[in-house]
């Protein structure tokens, strides 16, 4: 690999290589068995670690162990001495052992885990409500309740046999060896007979519900707390249809012989994939209002596709992870192609890419395979998942699908119960496309950035000649020229098309192409199959046409590009495409697109649409849209929004965020109405926080504080504190924001310290500090890291931002007041 583009802002002073973790032995199977004592929320462990030495007289054994008590190590009921430092438990064997023989290891240990293993008790916070006790093993903490080797790079057969308060549930990986009943315990004992890597181990236990089905010969099982259980067709009902196009589309079938999906509460991430039994956020859950625009089949086909991806094949270490994560996001992605078609397809592709550019222009820029990083999960970003998604969407679109199907199944073939990295990935696709495939890996993978492309075209009517100016504008972080192929549609008026694939190979490029008479439409990589930014410097007779272009790429981008044409024509336009665009995702940039262009005409329109269109999720962009006018009767209509129970959930949430904004002087009682209102993840209560927030008065932040108190949902604290960065010249505000970086709640810590990025105030540095460097939460350390940079580069300016921002929304008032005038000079013929 050749890397000469290492991105920007993504390392901090410090940071070194990591290369994948070398051990002098092979742990070949675990089996635990762990009691669980809830009100104590610990656990006493006994494991038994079978492992082979790699080399000769092997004299001793390191194990991960983090923040345990280690009570007895033996070996054939002998006990050995051992040495252990709080998270590395070195095991001095009595004799040598030779490379390639056999010993079993086994270790006593009590454990309050801090992490890895995570108890959720009744009255923890107001949604918990039974007993609940579950693992999350990625990266590196299943070695905070199990002594064992903690990294990918193994793989070992397992057993969990847990013992739990009778009549509680235990799930883990794998088989059920058997049920039984001691004294107070009921005893769960699961195998995993195939090998996979330590961190995929998991236990979830308590008093769960479950609903059982089978898929040919794989049982499918889905647990959920105690009175959850009507819940569960509405979220699972498709997941034997994902595992069976999964089947189909790599040509490997399920590889388990039952996959179990387990709801808890209080989860830390959207979904884990532990091998055979996925565990995930009791937040996907959700009734039958909040299932006209919310689904659950993107995280069940996210976390389900990763059993090929990252479970059978695993990345050899976390450099690498994108081979876990790029393949779950775009293969989410391709079973919503199968499932809702193309158009869906390509724009949940676009909106992928668009969740790497709001990393890349926010944060940071780095490659895809980096070496150079200090904790694991800052490789879980936006460039491992939506990123590289679009990489290998790029990847199949130029060596076809049928190739791209054929690459992925020897990929699994080969390195299935094994590791593989990014060399072996691409070496299997050269192998089966019989081609070189290092440009293509060295220039999206193993460097940073992407491709930014202008295009404009001049056609010449004596010579019959279409000339295509494509100039490469990427930033410094990306390479100076990308070189790849590129389709080109030509349209002519009675619609007949032309395709041809151009190679992009320049800084700036002509490309002359003879046609036999004007194209009507130029299309560029017309259904979005390569990466890139791709900016149309065309005219706005060309951009209106394309707001009604077959292609929903080019709809999308010419109601991303008409904004800056600001006139009536424009507005009409993207008025009328709003109304009678078919597809949601389209009509949604449409409204957004009003939203920007900010003429009263532009206002007007959107709540015209808003009378007729009916799509929950356009209706969600109308409403923010809506947001960026401060008049009486846009706030009349968000509150009428707000009030209406037939609406979904997130679109009353938008149009509490929009009223705020308004700055209407009935916002506040009006929003205070619907602070309570039940909602699928308290979205409502969360943006009437956010719209508190937007409306920025002292009530409005004295309601904020309430909602803070730990008595509060975690959701709703989340909310409360991410609002409170809109108060960043108020001493309570302030102080609260202090107290809040330091809750024992990940998401509340998050969102607070989002809220002080928002705020760029240096008076939060010492907080900011001491959380990067001692922070119990990665997530929260890398946070804090990030925005302490940030405020420091903006250490001038940061005090001022709030002002700033004032100054720039009166100025936006005023500048739409002064082109209504224009525009109503223009309409009576004055200029
Ligand atoms: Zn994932």
Redesign the pocket.
């Given at each position: 690999m050749y890397q000469v583009k290492h991105g920007r802002d993504f390392t901090f002073p410090g940071y070194e290589p990591n290369y994948p973790k070398v051990a002098d032995y092979k742990l070949e199977h675990v089996k635990v068995e762990v009691y669980i004592y809830f009100d104590d929320r610990r656990i006493e462990g006994y494991v038994t670690l079978t492992l082979s030495a790699l080399k000769d007289n092997l004299m001793h054994v390191d194990l991960d162990a983090k923040d345990m008590t280690i009570l007895k190590v033996e070996k054939d009921k002998e006990e050995l001495k051992y040495d252990y430092d709080g998270s590395r438990l070195t095991v001095h064997l009595d004799r040598p052992l030779q490379r390639g023989k056999t010993i079993d290891i086994h270790v006593s240990y009590e454990a309050k885990p801090k992490k890895g293993l995570y108890f959720v008790l009744p009255g923890d916070t107001p949604d918990v409500k039974v007993y609940q006790v579950w693992s999350q093993g990625e990266s590196e903490e299943n070695s905070y309740w199990i002594p064992l080797y903690d990294y990918p790079n193994n793989k070992c057969t397992s057993e969990v046999i847990a013992h739990v308060p009778k009549g509680f549930i235990a799930v883990s990986n794998g088989e059920l060896v058997e049920k039984s009943e001691e004294g107070k315990w009921s005893v769960w004992h699961w195998k995993m007979d195939v090998p996979h890597s330590t961190y995929l181990i998991d236990l979830a236990a308590g008093d769960f519900e479950v609903v059982e089905e089978k898929m040919d010969n794989v049982k499918l099982e889905y647990y959920v707390p105690r009175g959850w259980k009507d819940y569960i067709p509405r979220s699972f009902s498709r997941t034997a249809d994902i595992l069976k196009f999964y089947g189909d589309y790599t040509g490997v079938p399920y590889p388990y012989t039952r996959y179990a999906q387990i709801c808890v509460d209080e989860f830390i991430f959207g979904?884990m994939?532990n091998t055979t039994a996925t565990i995930l956020t009791t937040r996907t859950l959700h009734d039958e209002i909040a299932h006209m625009d919310f689904e659950s089949e993107y995280l069940v086909a996210?976390?389900a596709a990763?059993q090929w991806f990252?479970d059978l094949v695993t990345t050899k270490d976390w450099s690498n992870i994108w081979l876990?994560?790029s393949f779950?996001?775009y293969f989410e992605a391709l079973y919503t192609r199968h499932w809702k078609g193309e158009e869906e397809f390509t724009y949940e592709m676009i909106q992928n890419f668009d969740a790497y550019l709001k990393e890349y222009s926010t944060r940071y820029s780095r490659p895809i395979v980096t070496r150079v990083f200090q904790i694991p999960i800052e490789m879980f970003d936006a460039h491992s998942?939506p990123k590289g998604a679009v990489v290998l969407h790029t990847l199949k679109n130029i060596i076809g699908e049928d190739n791209f199907k054929k690459a992925v199944k020897l990929y699994l073939e080969r390195f299935k119960f094994n590791v593989a990295d990014t060399e072996d990935l691409r070496k299997v696709f050269e192998e089966v496309v019989k081609k070189d495939l290092e440009w293509f890996f060295d220039q999206f993978v193993y460097n940073a950035g992407h491709p930014v492309l202008n295009v404009s075209t001049k056609w010449d009517n004596d010579s019959k000649m279409l000339t295509i100016n494509i100039k490469q504008k990427q930033g410094d972080d990306s390479l100076d020229i990308y070189k790849f192929p590129i389709e080109v549609e030509f349209q002519y008026k009675d619609g007949k098309k032309e395709r041809k694939t151009i190679q992009l190979s320049e800084k700036s490029q002509s490309i002359y192409v003879p046609l036999k008479e004007k194209p009507e439409f130029v299309y560029i990589d017309p259904e979005f199959k390569a990466i890139k930014v791709l900016n149309l410097e065309y005219d706005v007779e060309t951009l209106i046409k394309l707001l009604k272009s077959e292609y929903v790429y080019y709809r999308v981008l010419a109601a991303r590009t008409l904004p800056k044409f600001k006139s009536r024509k424009v507005v009409d336009a993207l008025k009328d495409a709003l109304i009678n665009e078919k597809f949601w995702g389209a009509a949604a940039e449409m409204a957004t697109a009003l939203g920007k262009i900010n003429l009263t005409e532009a206002m007007e329109a959107l709540l015209e649409a808003e009378k007729s269109v009916k799509h929950p999720k356009v209706r969600r962009a109308i409403m923010s849209a809506l947001g960026n006018y401060k008049e009486e009767k846009v706030a009349e209509v968000l509150a009428k929004v707000l009030a209406d129970d037939k609406e979904s959930y997130y679109v009353r949430t938008n149009a509490a965020i929009s009223l705020g904004k308004t700055k209407w002087p009935k916002a506040y009682e009006t929003l205070m109405k619907y602070i309570d209102v039940p909602s699928h993840t308290y979205t409502i209560t969360r943006g009437v926080l956010n719209g508190l927030g937007e409306l920025g008065t002292e009530e409005a932040l004295q309601t904020i504080l309430e909602y803070t108190d730990k008595k509060k949902p975690t959701y709703v604290r989340a909310g409360a504190a991410q609002a409170l960065g809109k108060f960043p010249d108020k001493k309570t505000a302030q102080d609260k924001l202090i107290e809040l970086l330091n809750d024992e709640n990940l998401f509340v810590k998050l969102a607070s310290v989002n809220s002080v990025k928002i705020t760029m105030d240096p008076r939060y540095l010492p907080v900011l500090d001491s959380l990067a460097n001692t922070d119990i939460f990665d997530r929260t350390r890398r946070a804090a890291k990030e925005v302490a940079r940030y405020i420091r580069k903006n250490i001038e300016k940061g005090v001022e931002y709030k002002k700033l921002l004032e100054e720039l929304d009166k100025m936006r008032e005023e500048h739409r007041k002064l082109f209504d005038n224009m525009l109503k000079l223009e309409a009576k013929g004055v200029i």
């Amino acid at each position: 690999m050749y890397q000469v583009k290492h991105g920007r802002d993504f390392t901090f002073p410090g940071y070194e290589p990591n290369y994948p973790k070398v051990a002098d032995y092979k742990l070949e199977h675990v089996k635990v068995e762990v009691y669980i004592y809830f009100d104590d929320r610990r656990i006493e462990g006994y494991v038994t670690l079978t492992l082979s030495a790699l080399k000769d007289n092997l004299m001793h054994v390191d194990l991960d162990a983090k923040d345990m008590t280690i009570l007895k190590v033996e070996k054939d009921k002998e006990e050995l001495k051992y040495d252990y430092d709080g998270s590395r438990l070195t095991v001095h064997l009595d004799r040598p052992l030779q490379r390639g023989k056999t010993i079993d290891i086994h270790v006593s240990y009590e454990a309050k885990p801090k992490k890895g293993l995570y108890f959720v008790l009744p009255g923890d916070t107001p949604d918990v409500k039974v007993y609940q006790v579950w693992s999350q093993g990625e990266s590196e903490e299943n070695s905070y309740w199990i002594p064992l080797y903690d990294y990918p790079n193994n793989k070992c057969t397992s057993e969990v046999i847990a013992h739990v308060p009778k009549g509680f549930i235990a799930v883990s990986n794998g088989e059920l060896v058997e049920k039984s009943e001691e004294g107070k315990w009921s005893v769960w004992h699961w195998k995993m007979d195939v090998p996979h890597s330590t961190y995929l181990i998991d236990l979830a236990a308590g008093d769960f519900e479950v609903v059982e089905e089978k898929m040919d010969n794989v049982k499918l099982e889905y647990y959920v707390p105690r009175g959850w259980k009507d819940y569960i067709p509405r979220s699972f009902s498709r997941t034997a249809d994902i595992l069976k196009f999964y089947g189909d589309y790599t040509g490997v079938p399920y590889p388990y012989t039952r996959y179990a999906q387990i709801c808890v509460d209080e989860f830390i991430f959207g979904g884990m994939e532990n091998t055979t039994a996925t565990i995930l956020t009791t937040r996907t859950l959700h009734d039958e209002i909040a299932h006209m625009d919310f689904e659950s089949e993107y995280l069940v086909a996210h976390e389900a596709a990763h059993q090929w991806f990252g479970d059978l094949v695993t990345t050899k270490d976390w450099s690498n992870i994108w081979l876990n994560e790029s393949f779950a996001t775009y293969f989410e992605a391709l079973y919503t192609r199968h499932w809702k078609g193309e158009e869906e397809f390509t724009y949940e592709m676009i909106q992928n890419f668009d969740a790497y550019l709001k990393e890349y222009s926010t944060r940071y820029s780095r490659p895809i395979v980096t070496r150079v990083f200090q904790i694991p999960i800052e490789m879980f970003d936006a460039h491992s998942y939506p990123k590289g998604a679009v990489v290998l969407h790029t990847l199949k679109n130029i060596i076809g699908e049928d190739n791209f199907k054929k690459a992925v199944k020897l990929y699994l073939e080969r390195f299935k119960f094994n590791v593989a990295d990014t060399e072996d990935l691409r070496k299997v696709f050269e192998e089966v496309v019989k081609k070189d495939l290092e440009w293509f890996f060295d220039q999206f993978v193993y460097n940073a950035g992407h491709p930014v492309l202008n295009v404009s075209t001049k056609w010449d009517n004596d010579s019959k000649m279409l000339t295509i100016n494509i100039k490469q504008k990427q930033g410094d972080d990306s390479l100076d020229i990308y070189k790849f192929p590129i389709e080109v549609e030509f349209q002519y008026k009675d619609g007949k098309k032309e395709r041809k694939t151009i190679q992009l190979s320049e800084k700036s490029q002509s490309i002359y192409v003879p046609l036999k008479e004007k194209p009507e439409f130029v299309y560029i990589d017309p259904e979005f199959k390569a990466i890139k930014v791709l900016n149309l410097e065309y005219d706005v007779e060309t951009l209106i046409k394309l707001l009604k272009s077959e292609y929903v790429y080019y709809r999308v981008l010419a109601a991303r590009t008409l904004p800056k044409f600001k006139s009536r024509k424009v507005v009409d336009a993207l008025k009328d495409a709003l109304i009678n665009e078919k597809f949601w995702g389209a009509a949604a940039e449409m409204a957004t697109a009003l939203g920007k262009i900010n003429l009263t005409e532009a206002m007007e329109a959107l709540l015209e649409a808003e009378k007729s269109v009916k799509h929950p999720k356009v209706r969600r962009a109308i409403m923010s849209a809506l947001g960026n006018y401060k008049e009486e009767k846009v706030a009349e209509v968000l509150a009428k929004v707000l009030a209406d129970d037939k609406e979904s959930y997130y679109v009353r949430t938008n149009a509490a965020i929009s009223l705020g904004k308004t700055k209407w002087p009935k916002a506040y009682e009006t929003l205070m109405k619907y602070i309570d209102v039940p909602s699928h993840t308290y979205t409502i209560t969360r943006g009437v926080l956010n719209g508190l927030g937007e409306l920025g008065t002292e009530e409005a932040l004295q309601t904020i504080l309430e909602y803070t108190d730990k008595k509060k949902p975690t959701y709703v604290r989340a909310g409360a504190a991410q609002a409170l960065g809109k108060f960043p010249d108020k001493k309570t505000a302030q102080d609260k924001l202090i107290e809040l970086l330091n809750d024992e709640n990940l998401f509340v810590k998050l969102a607070s310290v989002n809220s002080v990025k928002i705020t760029m105030d240096p008076r939060y540095l010492p907080v900011l500090d001491s959380l990067a460097n001692t922070d119990i939460f990665d997530r929260t350390r890398r946070a804090a890291k990030e925005v302490a940079r940030y405020i420091r580069k903006n250490i001038e300016k940061g005090v001022e931002y709030k002002k700033l921002l004032e100054e720039l929304d009166k100025m936006r008032e005023e500048h739409r007041k002064l082109f209504d005038n224009m525009l109503k000079l223009e309409a009576k013929g004055v200029i």
